[in-house]
């Protein structure tokens, strides 16, 4: 069974930093794109950042030069490198994997990791 496992959520003060990881288990991080999303009550999920097959990367205005999304094709995980938090950065995270060329819709996605930024 395919499953994507998220780890490494948590608490952090502002300013912080934490690492968020996905391993794919029963599958591996080669379709067009793969991501991170989150989520906070009473908003709609935003994209947060990108990762194309060739390993182009972007990333929401928000994020930008603040956290890093990377894939490890050997342990079959992504990544997600949040520094200089931010209280606003607070939410369930999710990765989301095997999308379509124009990646945009995700098939496979994860459980959800919370992140929590205190000020």
């Known amino acids: 069974q395919v499953k994507l496992v998220e780890s490494g959520g948590g608490s952090a003060q502002a300013g912080g930093s934490l690492r968020l990881s996905c391993v794919g288990a029963?599958?591996?991080?080669?379709?067009?794109?793969a991501g991170w999303f989150r989520q906070v009550p009473g908003k709609a999920r935003e994209g947060v950042a990108l990762?194309?097959?060739?390993?182009?990367?972007s990333y929401v205005d928000s994020v930008k030069g603040r956290f890093t999304i990377s894939k490890d094709m050997a342990k079959n995980t992504l990544n997600l490198q949040m520094n200089s938090l931010k209280a606003e950065d607070t939410g369930m995270y999710y990765c989301?994997?095997?999308?379509?060329?124009?990646?945009?819709?995700?098939?496979?996605w994860g459980q959800g990791t919370q992140v929590t930024v205190s000020s």
């Open positions: 990762i194309a097959r060739n390993g182009s990367t």
């Open positions: 029963g599958y591996t991080y080669n379709s067009h794109c």
């Open positions: 989301a994997a095997d999308s379509d060329p124009r990646c945009v819709e995700f098939r496979r």
